[in-house]
Each structure stands twice: as C-alpha cells, then as structure tokens.
C-alpha cells in the first residue's frame, strides 16, 4: 500500500531560524514528488515537484531534496519568517502506466514561527 | 489573475438536504478534482475527472456525485448530505495529473447538523 509519512507533526521555531522537515514514502512506481503549503484557512499552494532524476529544487528560501534510492525526501527553509507558519504537505505521485496516477497525500507538519 | 473559486466558502445544513458546492478555474485546465481535509487525515481524493465528461472515483467517493459538462466547471454534489461530511472540502485544477502542480480553490467548510 502507497504511504507517506511526515515528520514531525508539528514544529515551533525562532524567526530566523533555519528548519527541515522530512517526508519518506513506499510509493511505487515513483513518478513525482511535490510539497505544498498551506496556510491556515486557504488552500494549499505548491512549492516544489521534483521527478526521479531530480534532487534538489529550490524556489526562493525552500529547498526540497530528493533521494529517490532511500525513498526520503526533506523542505529545507532558511531563514525563516512569521510568514512562513503553515502546514507543510508532501505528495507522492505513482504511475501505473495507461495514463492512470495514483496520488498519496502526506499528513503534513505544523510548522510555527515565533518572534 | 489564475485562480480555482469555490462557492459557497461555509454551509451550515442539516442531515438529508441535497446541496451542491461549485468550482470553477479560468485555466483552460483539463484536470480536475475534489479533495476533503479532516485532521488527523490529511487530504484525500474524492472525485477527479480528466476531462469534459469523464470523470472517475477517487478514495472516498461514497455519498459524493460530481459532473464535468464544461471544462471551467466541476461542481460537487451531496444528494443526501450526513453528518460525517462535515469537513472542509477543495477543488483543484491542473493541465494533467502527473507534472503541473495543481492549483487549489480556497476550500468549503461544510457542517452537517
């Protein structure tokens, strides 16, 4: 069964701070990975999808990395901001061939930023 | 400005009264689907349709009905809403399923008395 598990729940941090949050997952056979944030209230905004020969991403203070042989993947956010307190969800697409995808959703990590 | 708009944002409704919750994305995108967040259980897949009139069952489609007339358009339907649909519910869109990240709507928070 496809599962991706996130790590940890929730997180409180500095402002300023750098942080990291772990996504592993058991999905096969891999074809993309994806992280969103959400903020609270609003609906999940994308961050970042990496295929298979991609380990690493960046889009501005996030990087997302990818190990596609140990089946982790990690959000990296430097520098962090008050802005930046949100849920953080990894996705896991699997395609099985005859454009059929399966998406399995991470539960997310609570990430809050504090003064 | 790209965006997936939902209507209504909240409902309050009682157990049985059919009631209908409308996405529409400006996109031109032929990917489309309906997700339900509860905590505790992250978001999951309702109904999805790939294009104008095809549309197929996600995991927890029971008790859910969707339609696909218009590309823009992919309105969720309750026919018999219960309580345990209480939940907060977003549509998405993207150009397909596997590389585009998909847009969400801003979510519907239903409670069904």
């Known amino acids: 069964k496809n599962q991706v598990e996130q790590s940890p729940q929730s997180l409180i941090i500095l402002e300023g701070k750098n942080c990291t949050l772990q996504c592993n997952y058991t999905v096969s056979p891999f074809s993309n990975l994806r992280w969103y944030k959400q903020d609270t209230g609003r609906g999940p905004v994308s961050l970042t999808i990496?295929?298979?020969?991609?380990n690493t991403k960046s889009n501005g203070r996030y990087t997302a990395t990818l190990d596609a042989d140990t089946k982790q993947s990690s959000l990296h956010i430097t520098a962090s901001q008050l802005s930046d307190s949100a849920s953080y969800i990894c996705?896991?697409?699997?395609?099985?061939?005859?454009?059929?995808?399966?998406?399995?959703f991470g539960k997310g990590t609570k990430l809050s930023v504090i003064p | 400005e790209a965006q997936v708009t939902q209507n209504p944002r909240y409902l309050i409704t009682v157990t049985g009264k059919k009631l209908t919750v409308t996405c529409s994305q400006n996109m031109n995108h032929e990917y489309m689907s309906w997700y339900r967040q509860d905590p505790g259980l992250g978001l999951r897949q309702i109904y999805y349709s790939m294009n104008v009139e095809v549309t197929d069952k996600g995991d927890v489609p029971e008790g859910y009905k969707v339609s696909r007339k218009e590309k823009r358009n992919f309105p969720l339907i309750l026919e018999s809403p219960s309580p345990n649909q209480t939940s907060l519910y977003f549509c998405?869109?993207?150009?397909?399923?596997?590389?585009?990240?998909?847009?969400f709507g801003d979510g519907t928070r239903l409670s069904i008395l």
């Open positions: 990496m295929t298979f020969s991609e």
């Open positions: 996705v896991v697409i699997a395609y099985s061939g005859a454009g059929s995808y399966q998406l399995t």
């Open positions: 998405a869109s993207s150009w397909d399923r596997n590389n585009q990240p998909q847009h």
